[in-house]
């Protein structure tokens, strides 16, 4: 009776959480925190699948348009073809250059373990509901821009610039190189983009207090893909606030200032990319005048009936791109590799990355693991025309302070209902592998979040 | 057949003048060959179960279609299997070089179905198309994935002509009415023919030697058999499904 | 492989210009293909194929559930003609396309250079060995664009009943026509495939003009339910501008 009662019961919840899941999912669709850009339909008056798999995910066509720079394979068009202009103006095609993405969450619980201080199981409505605005395209031809501002409603309610960039396309010939210079995404054309996920990356939640050089108490841990992430505990950046072992960092950092090129001279298959960044997650300026830099190269099979692949490899070199509790620079490398794999509706991604810091002030050594892992592996499948289910697997071999490091390890599920190709429901429950281990490490204290989320691009 | 047989006759004489006047050496033995032809004559029987008749439910023009409709692809007619509809032809035959004659029968839409159902044509001959329906009908001719026709025709409409270029299996819908289904067999020689409703076939003045002969089936399949065709005379082959 | 034909080919331009009285114009269209071959596996690979089967990389993700996936250049099936139903289309047609796109599946490619849509055309041809034994021809849209007169657009609207169109595309035109909501309208590829909104005019794929709209009722779609109309419609020599300005005449555009 009491073994009945012990496997009825997660029995019951399992099946109350999938009830939940397919009734949520039958209700209605929409997309997720995407980064679709439906001006670009519009503008060349397409459906977003000549891009997308599913929002945010490019397929090939995607990526040949993104690399060059959103501009139609092979070709210079400008962006402006076949469009009414006056002069060298298109003002009647304004909506061709704006982007906007909505996206909140309707419902989400969190499992805390309580074990810090103040820490609960939660559960919010509408929080976070976000607002991103896109501006991009071309000005004329192998001249493009892209420039977004996301507004979190509910946290900041500040207006954040997110990237924002000038490309030129096509320097030296076709496809042999295109520029970026701005703030961009490095690993935009990585196998595994860091902005392409279809998990999105949900952030963390923070207890004060933020001084110089102290690290926050985090009550929840970020849901980040750990291939990307910083990865060291006790790193701080040149402003002397807390770099947290989650945040995306370095080559797959959101968004870095720097310049960077890449193209595809010896055909479709090879693609190189090289770029030099301030680093330091700076925001603006540049405190440590010397330079990151990074190469990536990329091998794709992609002319094969409804298959393509694509291995990619990276390596970014930091150049005193942190600091540790000391004020000393430290400088924080990266390498890595990645690959993509889509066979019709199925599609697999993901990326191992090994992160060392070096420069360590003498005597550090023995108290700081100076070199850390990760891995993310992303799968997903349309079962219907509408139905999107996924499933993610993070793994951080955490490096830094010994005392406080804490390696993480997390899955998540996830479905996906598609209202319209440009709105989706999503239902997702991330859970902590490790959650049996104790101690009051925020990587152990988050035990279980569930969303449930919708989003619109238009 | 009949006209065929006059039209081979017709070059029989004129390789036979060739021939004398010293000419026929030159062409070589294909012409020879075509002096001895004989005949082949056989059955098609079918000795499963009937299949039940596949009912599908009229959309569209119920007042002149009805309700439903009831495709029955398989008609066997005796005890013994008899099947007809079933196109029998003779295979890598070089063409004779006759000119394909008028059809015979055009491709009709009347009372919701293609008739014939199953049609054969020659190469070079010009297929006509009517409604004799008080509907439109569209008559959406495919050969080898590449539309060969598609054409509307309202009631009382112009019948269309179109000269049958390529050989192979035509396949023939109306979008409008997707029970309606047909098929046009067209050849690169003469040497086809069907089954009758007693399950029999003949195809007069083949040329003489070993050839492959193939039966179609819209149901049923293809069943391929070697047959020698003698100089003179018939030579009998049955045919049996499954 | 592909460097040598290329340097072959202009090799063989060379020799064409040198002695122009020599076949000057077959060189040129040998270079013109490789060309077109250049620009088709840069910009038309990742979604028509390789082979030209309409089975690259990109190609089902536009078209999974419904039509219109890339076309299939191998089958000689082409919708946007201006012949007759069961033609190839001549060479206007397909650089209309290359330089148009399809409002929905293909984005425009008129950001390539007019010589280099033509090159592409030239390449395209290759993959389907009819475009070598067919000589297709455009065919008369019986004269010119008529008024669009409320007498015009009354007999179009007889027409449109006497034409049964709304079976598929509805009374209203709204592509809402019984036999599309059945689901019993497929493609070439077996796809389900949606008659046009008539009354939506950003969703035409064979243009938007009276002309337009003629050249398709003449010429059909191949590889879709769309069937020809000319014989029904010659006739009656205005009837099909008459019907094509009532068809417009269902959506308003300035």
């Known amino acids: 009776m009491a073994y009945g009662e012990r496997f009825f019961q997660p029995c019951l919840k399992t099946a109350l959480a999938l009830a939940f899941v397919l009734f949520s999912t039958s209700l209605a669709g929409c997309i997720s925190e995407a980064e679709a850009i439906p001006a670009f ?132 010939g076709m496809n042999w190189g295109h520029l970026r210079v701005g703030r961009f995404d490095p690993s935009a054309y990585f196998s595994m983009a860091r902005g392409r996920p279809q998990f999105v990356p949900i952030g963390p939640k923070l207890a004060p207090p933020f001084g110089a050089f102290s690290t926050p108490t985090v009550n929840r841990w970020s849901l980040t893909q750990s291939a990307y992430a910083s990865k060291f505990y006790g790193l701080f950046n040149r402003s002397r606030t807390a770099i947290q072992p989650y945040d995306s960092t370095l080559f797959n950092s959101p968004e870095e200032v720097g310049i960077d090129i890449h193209g595809r001279p010896f055909g479709d298959w090879f693609l190189y990319q090289v770029g030099v960044l301030n680093g330091g997650n ?22 094969s009936h409804d298959f393509s692949a694509n291995l990619s490899g990276f390596a970014y070199f930091g150049n005193h791109n942190a600091k540790v509790s000391t004020n000393a620079d430290v400088s924080r490398s990266r390498y890595g590799v990645g690959a993509r794999m889509r066979y019709k509706w199925l599609d697999i991604y993901g990326a191992y990355t090994i992160d060392r810091v070096t420069d360590l002030p003498s005597g550090m050594e023995s108290t700081f693991d100076s070199t850390a892992t990760g891995v993310t592996v992303e799968a997903h499948a349309m079962v219907t025309d509408r139905l999107l289910l996924g499933t993610r697997y993070d793994h951080l071999d955490a490096g830094g302070l010994l005392a406080t490091r804490k390696s993480a390890t997390f899955v998540g599920v996830q479905a996906k209902y598609y209202l319209r190709s440009n709105m989706a429901f999503t239902v997702r429950d991330d859970f902590n592998v490790r959650n049996v281990e104790g101690g009051t490490s925020a990587a152990r204290n988050l035990r279980n979040r569930f969303s449930v989320d919708l989003s619109i691009v238009f | 057949m009949c006209s065929q047989s006059v039209v081979l006759t017709h070059r029989l004489l004129l390789t036979s003048i060739f021939f004398v006047l010293g000419y026929g050496v030159v062409p070589g033995m294909g012409q020879l060959e075509m002096i001895y032809a004989g005949t082949l004559e056989g059955t098609v029987h079918y000795l499963g179960m009937q299949p039940p008749s596949n009912v ?187 | 492989m592909n460097i040598f034909m290329k340097r072959f080919g202009w090799a063989l331009l060379m020799l064409g210009m040198a002695q122009p009285a020599f076949g000057g114009s077959e060189m040129t269209s040998l270079n013109m293909v490789e060309d077109g071959r250049t620009i088709y596996e840069r910009s038309c690979l990742i979604c028509h194929g390789a082979s030209g089967k309409g089975d690259g990389p990109a190609a089902f993700y536009n078209a999974a559930f419904s039509a219109s996936r890339a076309r299939d250049f191998t089958v000689g099936n082409y919708k946007f003609r201006s012949t007759v139903s069961g033609s190839l289309p001549v060479d206007q047609d397909l650089f209309r396309t290359v330089t148009d796109g399809i409002p929905g599946s293909m984005p425009s490619f008129s950001g390539l250079s007019i010589e280099q849509r033509w090159q592409v055309v030239a390449y395209i041809k290759t993959f389907y060995s009819g475009f070598q034994e067919e000589t297709p021809e455009s065919i008369s849209l019986n004269g010119s664009p008529i008024p669009s007169t409320a007498a015009s657009i009354q007999r179009g609207k007889a027409l449109f009943e006497e034409m049964d169109c709304a079976s598929c595309h509805g009374k209203q035109a709204r592509g809402d026509g019984s036999v599309a909501l059945a689901g019993e309208l497929k493609d070439s590829r077996g796809l389900l495939i949606s008659p046009n909104d008539l009354t939506n005019r950003t969703g035409w794929k064979n243009g938007t003009t009276v002309r337009d709209m003629v050249r398709t009722l003449f010429t059909g779609l191949d590889g879709t339910p769309m069937p020809s109309y000319e014989s029904q419609l010659a006739g009656h020599k205005e009837d099909a501008w008459h019907l094509a300005n009532y068809i417009l005449s269902l959506s308003h555009h300035e």
């Open chain 1, 41 to 172: 339909a519009r503008k060349y008056e397409v459906n977003c699948h000549v891009c997308h798999t599913r929002q945010p995910r490019l397929n090939p066509f995607g990526e040949q348009f993104l690399e060059n720079g959103y501009q139609m394979p092979g070709t210079e068009d400008g962006g402006i073809v076949a469009k009414l202009k006056y002069g060298d103006l298109t003002l009647d095609q304004v909506s061709n250059y704006l982007g906007v993405l909505f996206a909140t969450t309707g419902i989400e619980h969190t499992e805390l373990k309580r074990e810090i201080e103040g820490s609960g199981d939660q559960t919010e409505l509408g929080s976070p509901t976000i607002l991103r605005l896109f501006t991009a395209g071309t000005i004329t031809n192998n001249v493009g821009f892209f420039v977004e501002t996301t507004t979190i409603f509910g946290r900041s309610s500040e207006l954040e610039l997110g990237r924002a960039f000038v490309t030129l396309n096509n320097l030296g």
């Open chain 1, 282 to 303: 700076e925001r603006a300026g540049d405190s440590n005048n010397s330079k990151d830099w990074y190469v990536m190269t990329r091998f794709d099979y992609a002319q």
């Open chain 2, 56 to 242: 599908l439910k009229v959309l569209k023009d119920q007042e002149h279609c009805g309700a439903e409709v009831s495709i029955q692809t398989v008609q066997i007619h005796d005890a013994q299997g008899a099947l007809s509809d079933a196109v029998v032809s003779v295979e890598g035959i070089k063409d004779v070089g006759q000119e394909a004659m008028e059809m015979e029968r055009p491709v009709l839409n009347t009372r919701c179905a293609f008739a014939p159902r199953i049609g054969m044509a020659r190469q070079g001959q010009e297929l006509e198309i009517r409604n004799q329906d008080p509907i439109l009908h569209n008559t959406h001719i495919k050969h080898r994935g590449r539309t060969f026709l598609n054409v509307a025709q309202v009631p009382g409409g112009n019948p269309i002509v179109k000269r049958l270029k390529r050989p192979g299996l035509h396949t023939i819908r109306c979008d409008k009415h997707v029970f309606m289904e047909g098929s046009l067999h067209v050849f690169d020689h003469p040497y086809y023919s069907m089954t009758n409703q007693t399950g029999m076939f003949r195809i007069e003045s083949i040329p003489a030697g070993k050839h492959p002969i193939r039966v179609w089936h819209e149901a049923l399949g293809i069943l391929e058999k070697v047959v020698n065709v003698p100089e003179k005379g018939a030579v009998q082959v049955k045919f049996t499904y499954p």
